[in-house]
C-alpha cells in the first residue's frame, strides 16, 4: 500500500510563482525523500531529509519535515515552465522500504 | 542517464500469457526495487532485493514473482495476464539498502494486456 499521500493531486501556476506541496505519511519513518516525473518517464531523485531533520535546502527547492504531525512539505519557488511534472514522495520506513505517494501534478504556465 | 537499464520499453500481449521484464541497476547498485504504476496513479511498492535477497514485499501479487540474480540484475515475472496488470513497470536501484541512499530509476517497461 502507499504510503505517502500527496496533497493538493493537481497544481497550476504561472511562471515566477512558487509551488509549494505537502505529503502526510502514516508510519514513523527514517528518511523522506521528493522525487520528480516527467510524463511516462522514470522518477528523479530531488531532496532527501532525514527524520531527525526539520528544513534543508537544495538550489529552488526548500523541504520541511514535521514528525510530529508526519507530514512533510515542498516549496519551488520561482517556478519555471521546465518545473512542470508529477511530484512525488516517498518515506524510507523502518524495514528501509520505500514507499510512494499518488504524487502532486504540477503545470507551470509561461 | 540514471545508468539503470529495463528492458524491453514496451510490451504488448493477450491475458493468460506469462511475461519477464528486466532490469540492470546501475553499477555498483546492490538493492533494486519493483514499482507498478497504473495510468495517473502513484507507484505502487512490489518487491525489493539487496545483493540477492528478498529485503521487503509489497502489494505483489502471487502471480508476480521476482527474484535477483548474482550478477544483480533482476527479472520480474507476470504471469496470468489480466487486462489490470497494464501499467508501467518501473526499477529502482540504490547503493545499498535504502538507508538514505536515493532511488535511480529505469525509464520504465510499459505493459499492454489486450
Known amino acids: 500500500s502507499q504510503q505517502g499521500e500527496e496533497d493538493p493531486q493537481a497544481l497550476s501556476i504561472q511562471e515566477g510563482e512558487n509551488a509549494t506541496m505537502n505529503c502526510s505519511y502514516k508510519?514513523?519513518?527514517?528518511?523522506l525523500q521528493w522525487y520528480r516525473q516527467n510524463s511516462g518517464r522514470g522518477l528523479v531523485h530531488l531532496i532527501l531529509i532525514r527524520s531527525n531533520e526539520r528544513e534543508k535546502h537544495s538550489g529552488r527547492l526548500r523541504v520541511t519535515l514535521d514528525t510530529s504531525k508526519k507530514s512533510s512539505s515542498l516549496l519551488i519557488t520561482a517556478s519555471r515552465a521546465a518545473d512542470t511534472a508529477s511530484y512525488f514522495c516517498?518515506?524510507?520506513?523502518?524495514?528501509?522500504?520505500?514507499?510512494f505517494g499518488a504524487g502532486t501534478r504540477l503545470t507551470v504556465k509561461p | 542517464d540514471s545508468g539503470v537499464t529495463q528492458t524491453p520499453k514496451h510490451l504488448i500481449t493477450a491475458t493468460g500469457q506469462r511475461v519477464t521484464l528486466r532490469c540492470s541497476p546501475r553499477?555498483?547498485?546492490?538493492?533494486v526495487y519493483w514499482y507498478q504504476q497504473s495510468l495517473d496513479q502513484g507507484l505502487q511498492f512490489l518487491i525489493q532485493?539487496?545483493?540477492?535477497?528478498?529485503?521487503a514485499k509489497g502489494n505483489i501479487l502471487e502471480r508476480f514473482s521476482a527474484q535477483q540474480f548474482p550478477d544483480l540484475h533482476s527479472e520480474l515475472n507476470l504471469s496470468s495476464l489480466e487486462l489490470g496488470d497494464s501499467a508501467l513497470y518501473f526499477c529502482?536501484?540504490?547503493?545499498?539498502?535504502?538507508?538514505?541512499?536515493?532511488?535511480?530509476f529505469g525509464n520504465g517497461t510499459r505493459l499492454t494486456v489486450t
Open positions: 529502482a536501484s540504490s547503493r545499498g539498502q535504502a538507508q538514505g541512499s536515493p532511488l535511480h
Open positions: 516517498a518515506t524510507e520506513g523502518p524495514g528501509n522500504d520505500m514507499r
Open positions: 508510519t514513523s519513518i527514517n528518511n
Open positions: 553499477s555498483g547498485d546492490l538493492s
Open positions: 532485493y539487496y545483493n540477492g535477497e528478498e529485503r
